[in-house]
């Protein structure tokens, strides 16, 4: 199972359907959670900003579940290795500091790590308004 689920996160090849859906849908997951954090920047869609944040919710899941089998299948990668040495690896390569990276905001702006109320999140956002193109 470990190395079916690897090949379908892994960058797909014409061949593999699975694979290649999940890189459709990976893609999409991040043209509409771009998309999102554009549009939270005008308040004049602000009667909107409920279903965003369920849009960035849900995408921002899809990353970290995906994040999670990257970890899961990491000796799959670099089978060279143990297991815990696969992992560190997979950490410190490029694309596991972008998921990584992709992940973390998520979790200081919605308030679930250092902010720790709403007005602290607007205070944010406003901040970030200021600097959207």
């Known amino acids: 199972m470990k190395k079916h ?12 359907l699975p694979s290649r859906l999940f890189d459709y849908f990976i893609v999409t997951c991040i043209i509409l959670n771009i998309t999102v ?13 409920g279903l965003f944040r ?3 919710t849900l ?3 899809v990353f970290i579940l995906e994040y999670g089998l990257r970890l899961w299948t990491a000796d799959q990668l ?3 290795k143990n297991k815990g040495k696969s992992v560190l690896r997979f ?18 702006l919605s308030g679930f790590i250092v902010f720790p ?3 602290s999140r607007k205070n944010i956002q406003t901040v970030q308004g200021k600097f959207a193109v």
């Not at 689920?5 to 593999?16: A, C, N, V």
């Not at 410190?92 to 500091?97: E, V, Y």
């Open 91 to 108: 950490l410190l390569s490029f694309d596991g500091i972008i998921d990584f990276l992709t992940i973390l905001p998520f979790f200081f």
């Open 117 to 119: 109320n709403a007005q």
């Open 54 to 56: 369920i849009i960035e």
């Open 5 to 16: 689920i690897f090949r379908i996160i892994q960058i797909g090849s014409k061949e593999d």
């Open 78 to 80: 670099y089978p060279e």
């Open 37 to 49: 954090a554009f549009l939270y920047t005008f308040s004049e869609l602000s009667a909107f900003y």
């Open 59 to 61: 995408t921002v899941g």
